[in-house]
């Protein structure tokens, strides 16, 4: 079999996670850390074995096997070698429909019926390497496309219950850090919301996150500086400008962050030769 590029070795998260975002790819992969965006995933297997962790359950996935993560879970895969495997990145602006039909209600977390997966599977192939484009007519064909993947997987599926989150939740942490990134939260704010202790919370960090909570709050920040780069609206800004809005002490704070990712040193440099 020929070797793909790992794709999501490749992207940050936060490029695909605006809420007109659709990405539908197939790939070879070794893993991928954890992480969690606003736009809910689909993760399919087609060849191989893949452990997948949410919010530090962990399900074994086998070829024709697929999960639904939801918005702000933090999710991670972990191979033994190779898989080949597929992912659906879904704007939140194309659920609509489906949150207009079924309100409180959410997609299954786990679609393991191998047979029953086939058109999913399929269709997922067929469509593979779309990459949302700022088009009004392509956006229509990103709804059709997402209404055709959730139809086909509550038709087979059904829908579950939202579970209600307490507010201890890891996905309530971090949607709060994200919701609130651009004021001043430091570790004590966060943890006194919460009812931690400071060390409580760093522990948490530690545990489900894997990074400590300064680098977790500095790439969240970076993530909302790109988001107001691509937005129409913040056209005439700078990026020490959007930087600042975002959360960020300085323009060399956001720098740094953007540093720790190799593959995102074409943007540093996009960035500096437009503000220099």
């Known amino acids: ?57 962990e399900y074994v996935l086998h070829g024709g096997q697929a999960m639904c993560i939801n918005s702000y879970d933090i999710h991670s895969y972990k191979i ?36 029953k997966n086939k058109p999913l599977f399929d269709f997922i192939e067929q469509i593979k390497g779309t990459i949302a484009e700022n088009s009004d ?38 949607q709060y850090i994200y919701e609130n990134a651009e004021k001043n939260l430091t570790l004590n704010s966060i943890a006194k919301e919460f009812g931690y202790s400071p060390g409580s919370l760093s522990h948490f960090f530690s545990r489900y996150i894997r990074i400590d909570f300064r680098t977790f709050l500095s790439d969240i920040r970076m993530q909302k500086v790109w988001e107001l780069r691509d937005n129409p609206d913040y056209a005439d800004r700078s990026i020490a400008d959007l930087a600042i809005l975002c959360g960020f002490n300085s323009v060399s704070s956001y720098y740094r962050a953007c540093r720790r990712y190799d593959s995102n040193n074409n943007h540093v440099q996009e960035h500096k030769t437009t503000d220099d």
């Open 137 to 174: 007519r392509r956006r229509l064909l990103y709804y059709t496309y997402v209404n055709y993947i959730l139809y086909l997987i509550v038709d087979t599926y059904g829908t579950s219950t939202t579970k209600a989150q307490t507010k201890h939740s890891t996905r309530n942490i971090v």
């Open 80 to 115: 033994d070698g190779l898989a080949r495997v597929g992912f659906v990145n879904i704007g939140l602006n194309y659920t609509n429909n489906f949150n207009s039909l079924y309100p409180k209600r959410s997609l299954p977390t786990e679609l393991l019926d191998v047979d």
């Open 1 to 57: 079999m020929k070797l793909e590029y790992d794709l999501s070795k490749l992207t940050i998260e936060a490029e695909r996670d605006h809420p007109n975002a659709f990405r539908a790819e197939v790939y070879i992969s070794d893993g991928f850390y954890p992480h969690f965006h606003r736009n809910p995933e689909i993760y399919l297997v087609y060849d191989g074995t893949v452990t997948v962790t949410i919010n530090n359950v």
